[in-house]
């Protein structure tokens, strides 16, 4: 059990049965009366926000989370499966669960999944993927007219920016936080 001296940004509690994360977090003396806490909520499931002010000496339940390895097996279009890398389970997460992290998930990539109540409700990529280039222009050499960049399609069919020098077949490391190439890697 939680309470009010326990809040904080980041702080992950229950309420009606869904876990919520602490977005923004005031603590306000009045000169009379009890100290009141303003928070900012968001559902960790639907994602939706809504402000909420507690008074000293509220108790909550924190939410029952759980950090798990997976590796990402394949897509039926709709339904991606996760395999728990230690007791082999498998768990289907919708398009909308796993978000934009699609754009970068390649086959065998091992993935932190989010657990609520053993239900899988969010995943987060390593920090760098490593993925081929299908899809690229020919640079030109002396052709500067383009700029710095050109746009490339990755094997999982999303499109970034990379350096002109960068060719189709060639492998690359994109930053999963921003979905930005990093470098070329060697094979």
Do not use: H
């Amino acid at each position: 059990m939680l309470d009010t001296s326990n809040l904080r940004k980041g702080l992950k509690i229950e309420i009606d049965g869904d876990p919520y994360v602490i977005v923004q977090f005031d603590f306000v003396k009045p000169g009379k009366g009890q100290a009141l806490y303003k928070c900012k909520l968001k559902n960790m499931i639907t994602g939706a926000q809504f402000d909420r002010t507690y008074r000293s000496g509220e108790k909550f339940n924190e939410a029952n989370l759980e950090e798990v390895e997976m590796e990402y097996l394949y897509s039926d279009g709709e339904q991606y499966c996760f395999m728990n890398t230690t007791t082999y389970d498998q768990e289907f997460l919708s398009a909308e669960q796993v978000g934009d992290a699609k754009n970068l998930l390649k086959e065998n990539t091992v993935c932190s999944v989010l657990l609520f109540d053993r239900k899988a409700i969010e995943i987060t990529l390593p920090i760098f993927v490593d993925l081929r280039i299908v899809k690229a222009d020919p640079w030109v050499k002396g052709d500067t007219a383009s700029g710095d960049s050109k746009p490339a399609t990755l094997e999982t069919g999303y499109e970034i920016q990379v350096p002109p020098f960068v060719e189709e077949g060639e492998k690359v490391r994109i930053d999963t936080r921003t979905g930005q190439y990093v470098e070329r890697v060697k094979e």
